[in-house]
């Protein structure tokens, strides 16, 4: 009897899918926090080539600091390491060096104690300084050449290459407006976009002199 007592304690560890070796291993695993991560942009427009203040935080605070991977999505992409420092918080720099429409992200890259995290995508528009003079008046009830007729409440630009129906943001004093491209033009050094009339308006652009584009 004193001999089956311990052959049915194995036989029960054996179907309970354990062993005393097995257990202690599980014991010894550490345990894993879920971190978050918020991050923030100093502005969510900016010229091409400037920088752009990034902030975060990581949460809950490490014990120590915490590796940070930033991602920049768009016509140049990027990644930019860094890491948290007291509370938890990183704090960096980005610069896009070309014009167009970013999405940034942040991930802390995970340790052995710690599961890796992701934040919410920030939107970022890096502008570059174009030429602009706008048409209309006298050309109303005209064909255009992306199809469509030019009215005074027609919204769009005239650009030489890009491809018709292109959406393009346009900046000027803090105002903005996304318009497609709906013509050919302009024609006349040092200029890269004729706006319409009500292109115009929408901007308080004043006729002739420069904007702000993402494209």
Not at 83 to 93: N, P, Y
Request: hydrophobic content about 40%; glycine content about 12%; proline content about 7%.
């Amino acid at each position: 009897m004193r001999y089956l007592l311990p052959m049915a304690a194995a036989a029960a560890a054996l179907v309970l899918g354990a062993t005393p070796v097995a257990a202690a291993k599980q014991h010894q695993q550490p345990h894993r926090v879920k971190s978050h991560i918020s991050l923030h942009l100093s502005s969510h427009a900016a010229l091409n080539g400037r920088t752009v203040v990034v902030e975060g935080r990581v949460r809950p605070r490490p014990a120590g600091s915490r590796r940070v991977k930033l991602v920049l999505r768009g016509p140049d992409g990027a990644v930019v390491r860094t890491a948290t420092a007291a509370r938890g918080s990183f704090h960096t720099r980005i610069s896009p060096a070309l014009a167009g429409d970013y999405a940034v992200r942040a991930f802390v890259v995970h340790g052995a104690r710690t599961s890796a995290d992701a934040s919410p995508a920030r939107r970022l528009t890096a502008y570059r300084q174009a030429g602009a003079s706008y048409y209309g008046p006298g050309l109303y009830g005209n064909g255009v050449a992306c199809g469509g007729t030019l009215m005074p409440g027609t919204l769009g630009v005239a650009h030489k290459t890009l491809p018709c129906g292109t959406k393009v943001k346009l900046r000027y004093h803090g105002r903005t407006v996304t318009v497609p491209v709906i013509d050919r033009g302009p024609y006349v050094a040092g200029r890269d976009y004729d706006l319409t009339t009500a292109t115009k308006l929408r901007l308080g652009f004043p006729g002739v002199g420069t904007v702000l584009a993402n494209r």
